[in-house]
């Protein structure tokens, strides 16, 4: 029997957490933009060109939607310099999907929340850096997609789920995105759309990990 308590305490839990990240992350992520060393030039050392042409960094995307949420970490290769209006980037991130016990009542585990399914995603963008927001940010607007390839469904629950599948072997998304950039911080926020559901639907229909094709989420990286 679908579980609306649940599905109500899934979907509030994944919007306070997206609260919490946004709300740590921001400040974080403008000190290391804006901020500088004590008694030293700005820690940036940003020439007249900009950053490298090329930089690798640390990337990290939450996205959070009615019954589940999405957690990912990878690498980012970026092509353009902070002063180049046209910047690319392509990477390569593990993601990580919870929701909600889609078992009945008495198989539920005691946490309303569980790991659901994981897959590797490759994001491709083509930002265009549109105007500074202070000596060493830009705003930008972006555009990508996403292919995503199915590593693994839980055990436990996915015979549960149509076909005994909770992911979808691959998936395609389009990605707006907009953000901020530095030298050595990217940080922003971005909206997914994806072709098809991602997500099988489960056996008594209600229950599932969103038939929503829409997700929203940010976005942060951090080059070495």
Same mark, same amino acid.
């Given at each position: 029997?679908?579980?609306?308590?649940?599905?109500?305490?899934?979907? *509030?839990?994944?919007?306070?957490?997206?609260?919490?990240?946004? =709300?740590?992350?921001?400040?974080?992520?403008?000190?290391?933009?804006?901020?500088?060393?004590?008694?030293?030039?700005?820690?940036?050392?940003?020439?007249? @060109?900009?950053?490298?042409?090329?930089? /690798?960094?640390?990337?990290?995307?939450?996205?959070?939607?009615? =019954?589940?949420?999405?957690?990912?970490?990878?690498?980012?290769?970026?092509?353009? *310099?902070?002063?180049?209006? &046209?910047?690319?980037?392509?990477?390569?991130?593990?993601?990580?999907?919870?929701?909600?016990?889609? *078992?009945?009542?008495?198989?539920?585990?005691?946490? @309303? /929340?569980?790991? @659901?399914?994981?897959?590797?995603?490759?994001?491709?963008? &083509?930002? &265009?850096?549109?105007? *500074?927001?202070?000596?060493? =940010?830009?705003?930008?607007? +972006?555009?990508?997609?996403?292919?995503?390839?199915?590593?693994?469904?839980? %055990?436990?629950?996915?015979?549960?789920?149509?076909? %005994?599948?909770?992911?979808?072997?691959? =998936?395609?998304?389009? /990605?707006?995105?907009?953000?901020?950039?530095?030298?050595?911080?990217?940080? +922003? &926020?971005?909206?997914?759309?994806?072709?098809?559901?991602?997500?099988?639907? @489960?056996?008594?229909?209600?229950?599932?990990?969103?038939?929503?094709?829409?997700?929203?989420?940010?976005?942060?990286?951090?080059?070495?």
């Amino acid at each position: 029997m679908y579980d609306m308590n649940t599905n109500t305490l899934s979907f *509030r839990l994944s919007k306070k957490i997206f609260a919490v990240l946004f =709300t740590a992350i921001v400040p974080l992520s403008m000190m290391a933009q804006w901020g500088t060393v004590r008694g030293e030039k700005p820690a940036e050392k940003m020439t007249s @060109s900009g950053s490298p042409f090329v930089q /690798v960094g640390f990337y990290h995307t939450g996205d959070f939607y009615k =019954t589940a949420a999405g957690l990912g970490a990878g690498l980012m290769l970026n092509l353009g *310099r902070t002063n180049d209006m &046209l910047n690319a980037s392509v990477g390569v991130e593990f993601i990580e999907y919870i929701s909600g016990d889609p *078992r009945p009542d008495d198989e539920k585990s005691k946490l @309303s /929340v569980v790991g @659901s399914a994981g897959q590797v995603v490759v994001p491709a963008f &083509l930002k &265009l850096q549109l105007f *500074r927001t202070s000596k060493w =940010t830009k705003f930008y607007v +972006g555009c990508g997609c996403e292919m995503g390839f199915k590593v693994h469904d839980n %055990n436990k629950i996915k015979s549960y789920y149509v076909d %005994n599948e909770i992911l979808h072997n691959s =998936t395609f998304a389009i /990605v707006p995105i907009i953000g901020w950039r530095s030298g050595s911080v990217d940080f +922003g &926020l971005y909206y997914k759309h994806y072709t098809k559901t991602p997500f099988n639907h @489960s056996i008594d229909g209600s229950k599932d990990l969103s038939k929503d094709k829409a997700r929203i989420g940010y976005h942060l990286t951090c080059y070495f």
